[in-house]
């Protein structure tokens, strides 16, 4: 069983940056493909950001395309989440997830395994 626990989340203003982390445990994290997600309450949980096991392929959200910045260190067990040039409509709960799989997936659906959540609120 793998558990994941997200750190780094907090309050910035407009146009700053925070790094977001999740630290993943109880598996072998080379054979997890991941991912970020992020919801606002009343809203579904969407997609951020996915990155695939070795790292060499990712992608993002068209909303966070060229701000944020996925990436993972095997060596650590520790997937990343740069997020700079923040909006207020970044705000939200950020969650991480992942899958035992070598497939790379957008929707939420098909993450088996997530984190607690991290909040990070940006204000104007």
């Known amino acids: 069983q793998v558990q994941l626990v997200e750190s780094g989340g907090g309050l910035v203003q407009a146009g700053g940056s925070l790094r977001l982390s999740c630290a993943a445990s109880g598996g072998t994290f080379i054979s997890l493909s991941m991912g970020w997600f992020r919801q606002t309450p009343g809203k579904d949980r969407d997609f951020v950001a996915l990155?695939?096991?070795?790292?060499?392929?990712?992608d993002y959200a068209g909303s966070v395309k060229g701000r944020f910045t996925i990436s993972r260190d095997n060596t650590k067990n520790t997937m990343y989440l740069q997020m700079n040039s923040l909006e207020p409509e970044d705000t939200a709960v950020y969650y991480c997830a992942a899958k035992e799989t070598s497939a790379l997936f957008i929707g939420s659906v098909n993450y088996d395994y997530w984190g607690q959540g991290t909040q990070v609120t940006v204000v104007s």
């Open positions: 990155i695939s096991r070795s790292g060499g392929i990712t």
